[in-house]
């Protein structure tokens, strides 16, 4: 299913993983919708998000998210 948010850009609903999460998926936080801006590869299988914003977040084999991806345009 897919939906438009602010700015018009139409985004698709999907569950995220560690290996599936990408730079530019937008990740509800707290309440906040936080851009993933770049990813780093941890220990273990972990990936560190980091935000627009500057925050950071540590995401492990067994954490699910969901977030708003934007389609790209073909």
Same mark, same amino acid.
């Given at each position: 299913?897919?939906?438009? !948010?602010?700015?018009? &850009?139409?985004?698709?609903? +999907?569950? *995220?993983? *560690?290996?599936? *999460?990408?730079?530019? /998926? +937008? +990740?509800?936080?707290?309440?906040? &919708?936080?851009? !993933?801006? /770049?990813?780093?590869?941890?220990?273990?299988? &972990?990936?560190?998000? #980091?935000?627009?914003?500057?925050? #950071? #977040?540590? +995401?492990?084999?067994?954490?699910? #998210? !969901? &977030?708003?991806?934007?389609?790209?345009?073909?």
């Amino acid at each position: 299913m897919s939906e438009r !948010v602010l700015g018009g &850009a139409l985004v698709s609903n +999907i569950e *995220v993983t *560690v290996t599936t *999460v990408q730079r530019g /998926d +937008i +990740i509800q936080l707290g309440g906040q &919708a936080c851009r !993933v801006m /770049d990813l780093f590869q941890l220990p273990q299988g &972990a990936k560190q998000l #980091l935000f627009e914003s500057g925050e #950071l #977040l540590t +995401i492990h084999t067994r954490t699910r #998210l !969901v &977030a708003a991806r934007p389609l790209r345009r073909r």
